[in-house]
């Protein structure tokens, strides 16, 4: 089922397995609208959620659909310092992680090439964003949702900030520190607890990019979403809480199963 509020779609499935499935056939579904018209794909995509990648591989390789003119652009990447990203080799990884997930899962024949495969590097942020402008802008920006409302790695401004929410919403990509929120709860999903051994830096894509996609797709997997969500439906746009920033986007949809919407939407 859908329900439309505040001009945000969402759409509520029964179980987690299912947001994943949605997600991945939200992909390919993006993907042969413009493999028809002969146009170029272009994404931004998570490393969290990525059960849907395995899934979109599976569907992929099936049905011989071609990634030859698809590109994602990676949301954002762990760093080790403010001056370099996390090894690729370290489990933590998001480069590694879409290589496990997805591209040594698709079809060699089918896969896009690496120069298509891009990830935000530091020093190189402004190449990064005038390369999603010199391919037309995103067709779809994929993401979950943070335990503070950010969107990637784009942090919740802190209740003492007076950055304004245009200023916000303008922000490009950069490199910044993880909030102790967000290593915690990365640390409690991925880490075994090892809130120590987090990494204190990324390099995220910006709020800029993010909010001027064609389509934005956010699904929540975890039942503790269900607070930042509530609030970024129904709070004033801020830079405290950045999902409440993608309001300002027309063609948001947010899919969840029902143990999340229950008692916010439903």
Same mark, same amino acid.
């Given at each position: 089922?859908?329900?439309?509020?505040?001009?945000?779609?969402?759409?509520?499935?029964?179980?987690?397995?299912?947001?994943?499935?949605?997600?991945?056939?939200?992909?390919?579904?993006?993907?042969?609208?413009?493999?028809?018209?002969?146009?170029?794909?272009?994404?931004?995509?998570?490393?969290?959620?990525?059960?849907?990648?395995?899934?979109?591989?599976?569907?992929?390789?099936?049905?011989?659909?071609?990634?030859?003119?698809?590109?994602?652009?990676?949301?954002?990447?762990?760093?080790?310092?403010?001056?370099?990203?996390? #090894?690729?080799?370290?489990?933590?990884?998001?480069?590694?992680?879409?290589?496990?997930?997805?591209?040594?899962?698709?079809?060699?024949?089918?896969?896009?090439?690496?120069?298509?495969?891009?990830?935000?590097?530091?020093?190189?942020?402004?190449?990064?964003?005038?390369?999603?402008?010199?391919?037309?802008?995103?067709?779809?920006?994929?993401?979950?949702?943070?335990?503070?409302?950010?969107?990637?790695?784009?942090?919740?401004?802190?209740?003492?900030?007076?950055?304004?929410?245009?200023?916000?919403?303008?922000?490009?990509?950069?490199?910044?520190?993880?909030?102790?929120?967000?290593?915690?709860?990365?640390?409690?999903?991925?880490?075994?607890?090892?809130?120590?051994?987090?990494?204190?830096?990324?390099?995220?894509?910006?709020?800029?990019?993010?909010?001027?996609?064609?389509?934005?797709?956010?699904?929540?997997?975890?039942?503790?979403?269900?607070?930042?969500?509530?609030?970024?439906?129904?709070?004033? #746009?801020?830079?405290?809480?950045?999902?409440?920033?993608?309001?300002?986007?027309?063609?948001?949809?947010?899919?969840?199963?029902?143990?999340?919407?229950?008692?916010?939407?439903?």
């Amino acid at each position: 089922m859908e329900k439309v509020i505040n001009q945000v779609t969402c759409r509520v499935v029964e179980e987690e397995w299912d947001v994943y499935f949605d997600m991945a056939l939200t992909m390919l579904e993006e993907i042969l609208l413009h493999n028809k018209k002969g146009e170029d794909t272009v994404m931004i995509v998570p490393v969290g959620p990525t059960q849907q990648y395995p899934i979109l591989a599976q569907m992929v390789n099936r049905l011989r659909v071609s990634l030859k003119r698809v590109h994602f652009f990676n949301m954002d990447e762990y760093m080790t310092t403010p001056e370099a990203v996390i #090894p690729r080799e370290d489990p933590l990884s998001f480069y590694g992680r879409m290589e496990r997930e997805f591209y040594e899962r698709v079809d060699p024949q089918l896969v896009m090439p690496k120069s298509q495969r891009h990830f935000p590097q530091p020093q190189r942020e402004a190449e990064y964003d005038q390369r999603i402008a010199d391919l037309g802008g995103v067709d779809l920006c994929l993401g979950g949702l943070g335990i503070n409302g950010h969107v990637a790695f784009n942090e919740a401004a802190g209740e003492d900030d007076p950055i304004t929410a245009d200023a916000f919403a303008a922000l490009n990509t950069r490199i910044l520190p993880v909030s102790r929120e967000t290593k915690t709860m990365n640390a409690y999903g991925y880490q075994r607890g090892d809130l120590q051994g987090m990494p204190r830096w990324c390099i995220t894509v910006g709020m800029n990019q993010i909010l001027h996609a064609r389509k934005i797709y956010i699904a929540l997997n975890r039942p503790w979403q269900a607070g930042p969500f509530r609030h970024a439906l129904y709070d004033e #746009p801020c830079g405290q809480l950045p999902a409440t920033l993608l309001r300002r986007n027309k063609n948001v949809c947010y899919c969840m199963p029902k143990s999340i919407a229950e008692g916010v939407i439903l």
